[in-house]
Structure formats: structure tokens, C-alpha cells
């Protein structure tokens, strides 16, 4: 077992590592632009902004009808299966309904976007960048169509050139030309509609040379079967991950829907910040969904459960620093990145993170849910998340505001974490709370309030020197307290290796003193 846990972690280390440098630099550069156009528009043309934004995803999420995560795993588990053709039927089989799909719903968005922009939310002005951004779908479709065939063959290369690189650059200098000529708010929307389009003609020129099997089809593969196939088991997947994005944009359309698109505009800059916390679990989720994938066709449940707790282990000690910075100043980061008139979203920012933060401290439960084809459950347990967001936002906006909208998000988040861990304990018994996991937590729970205590006592507001200062001592005092309690694996050695390789410096040192305390 040992011996399989080790080359699925040591694949998944490699992934990671490129996957996570490609989605920061991808997260920053996204980040850049998102301040562009908050400082460059009013807050009132961000909030129409973030609305047809908010509207476009739906649309292509649903266009994609769960292909994303379905074809991923289809090729993975055939792979796993060692049978060639079925692999080559997915391919072609996602491509043709993607293709139809696609272009259905953004004709549609674009006849129906005078009736959604003023019965639904009263605001004519969102008619025309909705009519923009309907030409962006199947060009977005695309790009996540063309990631899924790549990452079922555990390539992570190509997500992170165009889906987090290449299109991130194409907008920031289509937004100095904006800027440049002192465009009007549509010129934006046509910048960032230009970005995908071109993002999706390189990557499928890029596709047509790389893929690893041929899309022309195979005689003896029955392609209508296996479109059908694809279909049943994606289709669940689909209506989850549509409940998933109602549930991560409600707030959003209900503050467009009770109060104003200011209001919307202001939500909008807290909700990117809180989404940068679970970045180190879809970096790891990218390769451990092709790779559970395989151990699980044949039948390895004990590695599984191995690799879901060690990954868990070091996803929470790779997102604590970044959420103990956003939840604990929330208005310094908001002032340094957005402005003072931001700052009062810094409550709703806390509440956010972590929602956030408990998603990514029970691991990876819902990927492993689907691995094992479990999509009814969750489909049921993104309903029961969808319909309480719903109904909190119903119930708290009109009270509490932005506050409300947040405390419905966290809420819904955590009910459908908790819900699907528990589900995967009850089927294989499978979860991350070994000793040298829940040793971390309780240390970091105590070093936080004590450091977090010294610093409120020395100072009244926070400047950014000091945030510096704060994450150096916590990762300092944090380190050394692990190391004293011997909450390391031999696993964890494994994985300093893979990183070290990757990344050619000599870790010697680190390890030698960690095989001490082990």
C-alpha cells in the first residue's frame, strides 16, 4: 500500500506545484484587472458589471452540463481500465454536446436579456452588456471542455497556459487600451469578451496538435453509447454544479434584486478576496480527481483514504496563513488593495473566509463523492445548499444587508461540506482527522489567539508592515510547535522530495530535521 499511496502523492505533488504557481499567478494577474476596472468604472457600472459577470457563468456552467468534472473522470477511470477506445469515444463524445449546447444557451441568453434585465432586476442598462458577455459562452465552454480532456490525462500544462495564464494577460493590455483611449463601460466588456474568444482559439489549436488520442473516432467505438453514458453520468453533476453556482452568485443577483447595483458593486470586492482561500484545494483537486479516479477503478480504497488525509493535512497548513490575514484584518487588506470606501465590507469579508476556510478543512469530500459516482447524493446535498442560501437571502438581506448575503453564503457552504464528509465516512471511511492532523489545528487555534491578543493590545488600526510581522511570527512559532509535537508523516518527507526535484533546491537540512521528529 505504502508503495501506491507514494506515486499517487508524488503525482499529484508534481500537479500541485505547477497548478498552484499557475493559479497565483493567474489570481494575481485576475486580480489586477479586477482593480483596473473597479477604479477605472463607478460603482454602480462595477455592480452592472458583476451582475452580467454573475449571469454569463451560470449560462456556460449550465452549457457545459457537467462535463468538467464527468469527462475528467470518464477518461481517468477507462485509463485506469486500460481500454483506449472507450477514452477516444469520451473525447469526441464531449466535444459534439459541448459544441451544441454551447451555442444553444448563448443564443438564448442573448434573445432573453432585455426580459431578464428588466423584470428581474429592474435595471435596463444590464441588457447590453448581457448581449456581450452571451457572446463569450461557447468560447468559455470550450476552454473548461478542452481543461477536462487534458486533466483526465493528468496533464495540468495546458489549464494553467491559457485558463489561468494566457487568458488573464490577453485582458490587462486589452484594458490599457481602454483605459488608453478613454473608452466607454462597453469598451471593457468587449476587452473582456475578447480575452476568452482569443484565449479559446489558441487552445484549440493547441488541442488539435497535443491531445493524446485521435478525435476522428474509432470504428469499433460505439460513440452514440458512450455520448449517452457520458451524458448519465454527467447530467447529476451538471445540476450540482448549477445548484453550486446559484448558491455562489444568490447573493450577488439578491442584492441586485433588493437593493442597488452600488450595493453589488461593494459585495463584489470582498467575495474575490474570500475565493483566493480554498486556491491550494483546487490546485490539489486538479490531479487527485484523475488519480483517486484510477486507484478507485481498481479497487485501492486503502491508498484513497491515505491520500485524502495527507492532502487534506497539508491544504489546511497551506490556506492558514492566507485566511488568518484576510479574517483577522479584513479592512487593512480591503483599504490597501480597493480604498477606504471598501472598508465597510470588512465584516461580511470575515464571514465569507470562513465559509471558505471550513471548505477547505474537511478536504477534498465532494471530488471523492463523485470519483466513486455518488452524483445523485450530490446533486441532493447541492439542492439542500441552494434552496437554504435562497431562502437566508430572502430572509436576511432585506435586514442585515451584505451581511446577510455573506452569513447565507458561509452557512450553505459549511451544511454541504458537513453533510458530504460525513456521507464519504459512512461509505468507506474516509476522512482527514488523524492525530498528526488535528495536532496542527489545535496548536494554530492557540498560537492565533495569542499573537492575534499581543498585537490588538500594542496597536488600534493595522498597517500592512505589521500584517508582514504577524504572518512571519505565526509561521515561525507554528512550525516549531509541529516539529515538538511530531505531527509529521513519512509521507510528508515523500512529498518534500517531489517538491524539492520540482523545484531543483536542496531541502537536506529541512528533512534531516524532520525525520527526528518523526
Do not use: C, H, W
Given at each position: 500500500m505504502s508503495k501506491n499511496v507514494n506515486q499517487s502523492l508524488k503525482k499529484i505533488a508534481k500537479g500541485?506545484?505547477?497548478?498552484?504557481?499557475?493559479?497565483i499567478i493567474g489570481l494575481l494577474l485576475a486580480f489586477v484587472s479586477r482593480v483596473i476596472i473597479v477604479r477605472y468604472t463607478t460603482q454602480t457600472e462595477y455592480g452592472i458589471f458583476s451582475l452580467a459577470l454573475v449571469l454569463m457563468?451560470?449560462?456556460a456552467m449550465i452549457s457545459t452540463l457537467g462535463l468538467q468534472s464527468g469527462v475528467t473522470r470518464q477518461i481517468a477511470y477507462f485509463r485506469g481500465k486500460k481500454d483506449s477506445k472507450k477514452v477516444s469515444g469520451i473525447v469526441i463524445s464531449s466535444i459534439q454536446i459541448a459544441l451544441v449546447a454551447s451555442i444553444f444557451f448563448s443564443i438564448f441568453l442573448f434573445f432573453v436579456s432585455d426580459i431578464i434585465s428588466v423584470k428581474a432586476f429592474h435595471s435596463p442598462e444590464l441588457s447590453t452588456p448581457l448581449k456581450i458577455f452571451a457572446i463569450a459562452i461557447p468560447f468559455s465552454v470550450f476552454i473548461v471542455i478542452f481543461t477536462s480532456i487534458f486533466r483526465g490525462f493528468d496533464r495540468v500544462e495546458p489549464n494553467v497556459y491559457f485558463q489561468n495564464i494566457l487568458r488573464n494577460v490577453l485582458l490587462l493590455p486589452l484594458l490599457g487600451i481602454v483605459i488608453l483611449f478613454g473608452l466607454s463601460f462597453l469598451g471593457l466588456l468587449y476587452a473582456y469578451l475578447a480575452s476568452i474568444a482569443l484565449t479559446c482559439i489558441a487552445f484549440a489549436v493547441y488541442a488539435a496538435k497535443k491531445l493524446p488520442v485521435s478525435v476522428k473516432g474509432e470504428k469499433n467505438t460505439n460513440v452514440g453509447s458512450l455520448r449517452k453514458e457520458l451524458l448519465f453520468f454527467s447530467l447529476p453533476l451538471m445540476v450540482n454544479s448549477i445548484l453550486g453556482m446559484i448558491m455562489h452568485w444568490t447573493d450577488t443577483l439578491m442584492l441586485g434584486y433588493f437593493k442597488t447595483p452600488d450595493v453589488v458593486g461593494l459585495y463584489n470586492a470582498a467575495l474575490p478576496l474570500a475565493n483566493l482561500i480554498p486556491v491550494v484545494l483546487t490546485s490539489m483537486l486538479f490531479l487527485y480527481v484523475p488519480i483517486a479516479s484510477q486507484l478507485y477503478?481498481?479497487?485501492?480504497?486503502?491508498?484513497?483514504?491515505?491520500?485524502?488525509?495527507?492532502?487534506t493535512k497539508w491544504m489546511f497548513a497551506l490556506t492558514l496563513p492566507l485566511f488568518l490575514i484576510i479574517?483577522?484584518?479584513?479592512?487593512?487588506v480591503l483599504n490597501i488593495l480597493f480604498g477606504a470606501r471598501y472598508i465597510q465590507v470588512g465584516l461580511a469579508l470575515q464571514i465569507m473566509a470562513l465559509g471558505m476556510f471550513i471548505h477547505t478543512f474537511l478536504g477534498p469530500n465532494g471530488a471523492t463523492l463523485m470519483i466513486a459516482g455518488k452524483t445523485r447524493f450530490l446533486m441532493w446535498t447541492g439542492l439542500i445548499g441552494a434552496i437554504m442560501n435562497i431562502a437566508l437571502n430572502i430572509f436576511l438581506i432585506p435586514l442585515l444587508g451584505i451581511i446577510g448575503a455573506a452569513i447565507a453564503s458561509a452557512s450553505s457552504l459549511a451544511v454541504i461540506n458537513l453533510l458530504n464528509s460525513t456521507r464519504l465516512y459512512l461509505l468507506f471511511r474516509i476522512h482527514?482527522?488523524?492525530k498528526n492532523y488535528i495536532k496542527p489545528i489545535l496548536i494554530s487555534v492557540l498560537l492565533v489567539f495569542v499573537i492575534f491578543t499581543l498585537v490588538r493590545s500594542?496597536?488600534?488600526?493595522?498597517?500592512f508592515w505589521l500584517l508582514l510581522m504577524f504572518l512571519i511570527i505565526f509561521l515561525g512559532a507554528y512550525g516549531l510547535s509541529i516539529l515538538?509535537?511530531?505531527?509529521?508523516?513519512?509521507?510528508?518527507i515523500m512529498m518534500l522530495l517531489t517538491i524539492e526535484k520540482r523545484l531543483g533546491v536542496d531541502l537536506t537540512s529541512i528533512k534531516n530535521i524532520l525525520k527526528r521528529f518523526i
Open positions: 500541485t506545484g505547477i497548478i498552484f504557481t499557475g493559479t457563468s451560470i449560462f477503478s481498481q479497487n485501492l480504497m486503502g491508498e484513497l483514504r491515505r491520500n485524502y488525509a495527507i492532502l479574517f483577522l484584518f479584513p479592512e487593512t482527514p482527522f488523524t500594542v496597536v488600534d488600526g493595522i498597517p515538538l509535537t511530531k505531527s509529521f508523516d513519512k509521507e510528508d
